[in-house]
């Protein structure tokens, strides 16, 4: 699977909006983007999937550059409960659900009050 | 309610003791996972199983044993032979969609 590359850790406070930013500069041409949540003590929790543009649930949204190289996890208006560590991940959808997942260190996001 | 279940949620064992942690999901997902998780790091990957009677080690499968005699059931050993099993376990599954459901995991500590 292709490497990622996220910040170790972020700051923000409650109500705003949290852009998590990941790199990938290796992604295959069949390799989809997906970002899960895990809080501590607790199994990882999926959040969000794409391959390319935007894509947006009741959750998140997720922005593709053209080159998809990168992506952004974006968190609107985020609360104290949204504290938690972020992990994105690369690898083909046909096998993203089947195959194992390689989970970096992630990124530690603290919401203040 | 469908899902995975793991057990127990702390588990404590003497040095030299192996030890089968449980894990059990009733979402008929073919595939089974099981992670360790050190504080501070991210998970990685021990055994896992695309389908019933077959597994693959991962990136760390020594010194640890699986079975997956049934679609729903997918038990890791944890044997004397591995040197720093406390750590945080985590089983998963996954079907036909992209992504993979987590159980609540088991907190092993040895002594």
């Known amino acids: 699977l292709a490497k990622t590359t996220q910040p170790i850790s972020m700051d923000s406070y409650e109500g705003q909006e949290v852009n998590i930013t990941c790199s990938h500069n290796?992604?295959?041409?069949?390799?989809?983007i997906t970002w899960y949540q895990q809080f501590p003590s607790q199994g990882p929790r999926f959040i969000i999937q794409?391959?390319?543009t935007k894509v947006t649930n009741e959750v998140a949204s997720l922005f593709i550059p053209a080159d998809r190289k990168s992506s952004t996890l974006s968190l609107p208006r985020v609360s104290l409960s949204d504290t938690a560590v972020y992990y994105c991940?690369?690898?083909?959808?046909?096998?993203?659900?089947?195959?194992?997942?390689?989970f970096g260190s992630g990124t530690r996001l603290q919401v203040q009050p | 309610d469908g899902g995975i279940t793991q057990s127990p949620k702390y588990l404590f064992r003497k040095e030299g003791q192996n030890v089968t942690l449980s894990c059990e999901q009733n979402?008929?997902?073919?595939?089974m996972y099981w992670y360790r998780q050190d504080p501070g790091q991210g998970l990685r990957l021990i055994y896992y199983s695309q389908i019933v009677n077959d597994f693959q080690k991962g990136d760390i499968a020594e010194g640890y044993s699986v079975s997956r005699e049934k679609k729903e059931s997918f038990p890791l050993t944890v044997t004397s032979a591995q040197k720093n099993p406390t750590a945080f376990y985590l089983c998963a599954s996954s079907g036909q969609k992209p992504e993979q459901y987590f159980g609540p995991g088991t907190r092993l500590t040895v002594t």
């Open positions: 979402l008929n997902h073919d595939a």
């Open positions: 794409g391959y390319k």
């Open positions: 290796n992604i295959a041409t069949n390799d989809y």
């Open positions: 991940l690369v690898g083909g959808r046909g096998d993203t659900g089947r195959r194992a997942l390689t």
